[in-house]
Structure formats: C-alpha cells, structure tokens
C-alpha cells in the first residue's frame, strides 16, 4: 500500500531548511545592500516562515482534536512539534544522494492524553542506535512517508510503554515497545526490546542496548541492536561506540564507529565527526558530518564523503 511521494514534501523542506539563502528577491537583495541589512532581512523571513509552519500544524492539532469530541469538553491543548531537514551526503562514489526528512508529532489530549498522531519519513524501523549517523550506510528511503497513531504511557521515569498502529513500508503494521532504564553513579543503561507485525513482511522482533559512561567533561556511548523481519532471510544488527562532547544546548561533537549488518548479509562500517551548532534562535542548526565508510559491497576500499545538514525545528515537546 503506497501512501504517497515526498517529491513535494523534499520542495518544502528546501524551502523552509534553506530559507536564509533566497529567501529574499533580487529587489530586494537591490534595495538592501548593506550586509547588515540583508541578514536582517534574512533573519525576519525565516522568522516569519517558521512562525506560517509552526501556526498551521498547531491549527492542525486543534482540528483533529476536536474531531468526534463533545464541544462542551473542558479538556484541550493539543499541540504540534516537529521538524524539517534537509541534507546533502556527497561521497566518494556518489556525489547526488541527497537526505531530506520531516517529523510531525501531534499531541491529541481531547482523545487520549496519552494518545499522538505521528507522521514522518525517518528510518525510525531500522531501531537506530542512540547516536548513529543519520542515513549514512544505511538503506533509507526517504520517499515514503510513514503515519501512525501512537500510545505512550510512563511508568515513573524509568519505564516507558509505546503502542504504534499505522502505515510503514507501504504496508500496514502494529508495534509494541518497552524502554527500561537503569541509573546509577557510574553509567546508565538502557534496554529496548520491540515487536512489530507488518502485513505484508510478517513478525519482526527487535532489540537494542545502551550505555552511557560520563566522564568529566564529555560522556562515552555504546550502543548494539538486533532486528529480524520474517520475510528477511538474513537478521540486521548495529553496534556503534561514540565519544560525546556538549555545550548545553549549542553545540554537540559526536565521534564514532559502527557497524552495520544489513538484511542482505552485507557489512559496512563508518568512521565519522560530527558537529551539530545551533546557528539561529533556538530552533535552526547546522551540521557537518564528515565520514569514512568501508563496504563489503565495495570489496571494502574506503569510501570519503562529508554529511551537510540544515534542521529546523517548530512547536514545543
């Protein structure tokens, strides 16, 4: 079951990721040549096109959410959060793979406080790992748009329970996931196993595993998962280990290795930097990846690349 292409949904992202670089007519790139003056003007366009977006999916929100709802109902609030992306990955062989994606998050408290209408075009299936690269080495198709109707319930701030029911894959399918951690002085772990049901590709059980060592300044991360599709003939598994470096909120140095086993049986691993700065307000960052990938498809000869990402972020949550 395809739902639809995101030809449209990339456009859009172009459009709001990289705003600052023409968001502006030649008029009045005329009008303003004052450096100053032009990134004022920048900066007020982005403004208003983020605040256009952030209105309509609020207004969205809203309208779903009182859908089938008693109009005299006291409950309200619904919300929007999200986020947009647009990225460029030219690498050694390939210099055309492009990675656009989009997240929706729409809080529904009229239905269920507990209850959210998630839409995107992530590769959330592939069960990532806490800190891998985005989209590198892996098979992400960024052209299908997945939808689901999301449930989450807490249990204190150590275990949380997830129900997703929806479209993924061009197909129909059910999830059900526990995360469960453990804190300590020393690190903290974390324990995720998953089934999900596809119509079409059957069960597909998964786990993954975290830990997280702090050190003085900066913490270590090490990250594995498992994953079999009945369909599949072969299982899928990551293993990743990064170093993690932060700013509070500004900036983020992630350097790593891993490992990635596809459901092909074909191996790959990825050495990368990468460099995540907030650029704008507090919702636009810039990130710089630069990586080297080693493909058995490739017969393993290095392969250099540099990942380019521009995220803005909208809503609260």
């Given at each position: 079951?395809?739902?639809?292409k995101v030809s449209n949904i990339a456009i859009m992202i172009t459009i709001f990721c990289c705003s600052p670089l023409f968001v502006f007519s030649s008029q009045e790139i005329k009008n303003n040549k004052?450096?100053?003056?032009?990134?004022?003007?920048?900066?007020?366009?982005?403004?208003?096109?983020?605040?256009?977006?952030?209105?309509?999916?609020?207004?969205?929100?809203?309208?779903?959410?009182?859908?089938?709802?008693?109009?005299?109902?006291?409950?309200?609030?619904?919300?929007?959060?999200?986020?947009?992306?647009?990225?460029?990955?030219?690498?050694?062989?390939?210099?055309?793979?492009?990675?656009?994606?989009?997240?929706?998050?729409?809080?529904?408290?009229?239905?269920?406080?507990?209850?959210?209408?998630?839409?995107?075009?992530?590769?959330?299936?592939?069960?990532?790992?806490?800190?891998?690269?985005?989209?590198?080495?892996?098979?992400?198709?960024?052209?299908?748009?997945?939808?689901?109707?999301?449930?989450?319930?807490?249990?204190?701030?150590?275990?949380?329970?997830?129900?997703?029911?929806?479209?993924?894959?061009?197909?129909?399918?059910?999830?059900?996931?526990?995360?469960?951690?453990?804190?300590?002085?020393?690190?903290?772990?974390?324990?995720?196993?998953?089934?999900?049901?596809?119509?079409?590709?059957?069960?597909?059980?998964?786990?993954?595993?975290?830990?997280?060592?702090?050190?003085?300044?900066?913490?270590?991360?090490?990250?594995?998962?498992?994953?079999?599709?009945?369909?599949?003939?072969?299982s899928r598994q990551k293993i990743g280990f990064y170093h993690i470096t932060n700013n509070g909120k500004t900036k983020e140095l992630v350097s790593g290795i891993q490992y990635y086993n596809n459901d092909?049986?074909?191996?790959?691993?990825?050495?990368?930097?990468?460099?995540?700065?907030?650029?704008?307000?507090?919702?636009?960052?810039?990130?710089?990846?630069?990586?080297?990938?080693?493909?058995?498809?490739?017969?393993?000869?290095?392969?250099?690349?540099?990942?380019?990402?521009?995220?803005?972020?909208?809503?609260?949550?």
């Amino acid at each position: 079951m395809k739902i639809m292409k995101v030809s449209n949904i990339a456009i859009m992202i172009t459009i709001f990721c990289c705003s600052p670089l023409f968001v502006f007519s030649s008029q009045e790139i005329k009008n303003n040549k004052e450096d100053s003056d032009i990134q004022a003007l920048i900066k007020q366009k982005s403004d208003v096109l983020q605040n256009e977006i952030n209105m309509m999916m609020q207004e969205t929100a809203s309208w779903l959410d009182n859908i089938g709802v008693d109009n005299n109902s006291t409950k309200g609030g619904a919300s929007a959060n999200g986020y947009v992306q647009f990225g460029w990955m030219p690498r050694t062989a390939d210099w055309s793979e492009f990675d656009p994606k989009f997240k929706v998050h729409l809080s529904l408290p009229r239905w269920n406080e507990k209850v959210a209408l998630v839409l995107d075009n992530d590769d959330e299936d592939e069960l990532k790992l806490d800190y891998e690269a985005s989209s590198i080495g892996t098979d992400h198709d960024a052209e299908k748009v997945n939808i689901a109707i999301q449930y989450v319930r807490r249990f204190g701030d150590r275990i949380n329970v997830k129900y997703r029911a929806g479209i993924s894959r061009d197909q129909l399918y059910a999830r059900s996931e526990i995360k469960h951690r453990w804190l300590n002085a020393s690190n903290t772990i974390t324990l995720v196993p998953r089934l999900d049901y596809f119509s079409r590709d059957g069960w597909a059980p998964s786990i993954k595993g975290s830990m997280i060592y702090p050190l003085s300044d900066s913490f270590l991360s090490f990250s594995a998962s498992w994953q079999k599709v009945e369909k599949e003939e072969d299982s899928r598994q990551k293993i990743g280990f990064y170093h993690i470096t932060n700013n509070g909120k500004t900036k983020e140095l992630v350097s790593g290795i891993q490992y990635y086993n596809n459901d092909n049986s074909e191996e790959s691993l990825l050495v990368s930097i990468r460099q995540r700065s907030l650029i704008y307000k507090d919702w636009m960052f810039f990130e710089l990846e630069p990586f080297i990938e080693f493909k058995q498809e490739n017969d393993y000869r290095r392969e250099f690349g540099i990942a380019i990402r521009l995220l803005a972020y909208y809503g609260k949550g």
